[in-house]
């Protein structure tokens, strides 16, 4: 089941309960080290789960030690100035398979993966156009050193998705070149000293760089996309969105549209298809400085009251980071009071950020 919105078809995870008992159940067989195939048969069977719930399992839940292998090597920020290694194809049909609202999730390993959708064939020049430029304005926005895209020669069309991609890199000012290569997975794996961009499980395994999320980092900044958690599940606490958040400060009236507005270019307000949301209330803050302070309204030692807003903005987890330091360099006072809140997604309408 899927909602579309704009262009872009959203998920609704309509398979998670199908999952909630079947997912434990397969993870720990897989740790107890019974075979994959075999393990998948019998989990499958026994809860009855289709072909699209057996592909969400086979390709989002991994072992223990492989998930937290891949964890460890994980980056959710990128290093400005470091080169980069993109499993080309692997980022682009993911993007592909989201905007088709196929299934998207995150595994127990903490990549972006999908089920059931395109892999290996485009539809037209047109799908892999506006991929290839949101990786490029994604790629753009990271303040990445120089860029190798590797594109699998038995995906039709190659030669020409390489230089395509290499003029739309080069024309958002990325030193980068698109190869094509038999197989991305051997150059993005061995490749050292950088990113290397993929969520396949292989090349994460054996990866001799950071690895980087590059599709997940591109759909939740363009879209604000909030994805299932399979890690969550196994572990038995997928009981909200995964890194969907509420964000809330107070600060002195005069100065809240200054923060709401570093707030809003950080990222923080996106909701479906309306961004700049938030939540602005008056009340009255109250706090006495203490010694060592230096307090941009009161004075040490005395109790100070102040008119203030309070201001609640919805906030994914990719934008945490950014909005937070866009709210500690605008709000004028030394300690801004700041909270985060995990959501529940009952809070939220299906699909809403996913």
Same mark, same amino acid.
């Given at each position: 089941?899927?909602?579309?919105?704009?262009?872009?078809? %959203?998920?609704?995870?309509?398979?998670?309960?199908?999952?909630?008992?079947?997912?434990?159940?397969? !993870?720990?067989?897989?740790?107890?080290?019974?075979? +994959? =195939?075999?393990?998948?048969?019998?989990?499958? =069977? %026994?809860?009855?789960?289709?072909? /699209?719930?057996?592909?969400?399992? @086979?390709?989002?839940?991994?072992?223990?030690?492989?998930?937290?292998?891949?964890? $460890?090597?994980?980056?959710?920020?990128?290093? &400005?100035?470091?080169?980069?290694?993109?499993?080309?194809?692997?980022?682009?049909?993911?993007?592909?398979? @989201? /905007?088709?609202?196929?299934?998207?999730?995150?595994?127990?390993?903490?990549?972006? /993966?999908?089920?059931?959708?395109?892999?290996?064939?485009? *539809?037209?020049?047109?799908?892999?156009?506006?991929?290839?430029?949101?990786?490029?304005?994604?790629?753009?926005?990271?303040? &990445? *050193?120089?860029?190798?895209? @590797?594109?699998?020669?038995? #995906?039709?069309?190659?030669?020409?998705?390489?230089?395509?991609?290499? =003029?739309?890199? %080069?024309?958002?000012?990325?030193?980068?070149?698109?190869?094509?290569?038999?197989?991305? =997975?051997?150059?993005?794996?061995?490749?050292?000293?950088?990113?290397?961009?993929? $969520?396949?499980?292989?090349?994460?395994?054996?990866?001799? $760089?950071? #690895?980087?999320?590059?599709?997940?980092?591109?759909?939740?900044?363009?879209?604000?996309?909030?994805?299932?958690?399979? *890690?969550?599940?196994?572990?038995?606490?997928?009981?909200?969105?995964?890194?969907? @958040?509420?964000?809330?400060?107070?600060?002195?009236?005069?100065?809240?549209?200054?923060?709401?507005?570093?707030?809003?270019?950080?990222?923080?307000?996106?909701?479906?298809?309306?961004?700049?949301?938030?939540?602005?209330?008056?009340?009255?803050?109250?706090?006495?400085?203490?010694?060592?302070?230096?307090? %941009?309204? *009161?004075?040490?030692? +005395?109790?100070?009251?102040?008119?203030?807003?309070?201001?609640?903005?919805?906030?994914?987890?990719?934008?945490?980071?950014?909005?937070?330091?866009?709210?500690?360099?605008?709000?004028?006072?030394?300690?801004?009071? #700041?909270?985060?809140?995990?959501?529940?997604? !009952?809070?939220?309408?299906?699909?809403?950020?996913?």
């Amino acid at each position: 089941m899927h909602e579309t919105e704009g262009n872009v078809a %959203r998920n609704t995870p309509v398979w998670l309960p199908a999952l909630a008992d079947a997912a434990p159940e397969y !993870r720990r067989l897989l740790d107890l080290g019974y075979p +994959r =195939d075999a393990t998948l048969k019998l989990v499958g =069977d %026994r809860h009855r789960l289709g072909a /699209r719930e057996r592909m969400i399992l @086979y390709r989002g839940v991994l072992d223990a030690g492989q998930s937290g292998r891949i964890a $460890s090597a994980l980056v959710r920020s990128a290093r &400005p100035g470091a080169p980069w290694a993109v499993d080309g194809y692997n980022v682009l049909f993911t993007i592909i398979n @989201y /905007r088709g609202g196929h299934p998207t999730f995150l595994g127990t390993d903490g990549l972006l /993966r999908d089920a059931g959708g395109k892999h290996g064939r485009f *539809g037209g020049d047109d799908e892999f156009g506006q991929a290839s430029e949101l990786m490029a304005e994604t790629l753009a926005g990271l303040g &990445p *050193g120089a860029v190798t895209v @590797y594109l699998d020669t038995p #995906v039709s069309g190659s030669g020409r998705h390489a230089e395509k991609l290499t =003029d739309m890199l %080069r024309r958002a000012g990325i030193d980068a070149e698109a190869r094509t290569v038999r197989s991305a =997975d051997p150059p993005v794996r061995d490749f050292e000293g950088g990113h290397a961009a993929s $969520s396949d499980s292989a090349v994460a395994l054996g990866a001799r $760089s950071t #690895v980087f999320d590059l599709a997940r980092c591109a759909l939740e900044r363009r879209y604000g996309a909030v994805f299932p958690d399979l *890690g969550s599940l196994v572990e038995g606490c997928a009981d909200g969105p995964a890194g969907a @958040y509420a964000l809330v400060t107070f600060v002195p009236a005069g100065h809240a549209e200054a923060v709401l507005e570093a707030l809003f270019a950080a990222g923080a307000g996106a909701l479906g298809n309306y961004e700049r949301c938030a939540w602005t209330s008056l009340g009255q803050g109250r706090f006495r400085p203490l010694p060592g302070s230096r307090p %941009r309204l *009161g004075a040490e030692g +005395r109790d100070e009251r102040v008119d203030e807003q309070r201001l609640e903005l919805l906030v994914t987890e990719s934008f945490v980071e950014p909005a937070l330091a866009a709210l500690r360099s605008s709000h004028p006072y030394e300690e801004p009071a #700041v909270y985060l809140y995990r959501l529940d997604a !009952r809070c939220l309408r299906p699909g809403a950020l996913a």
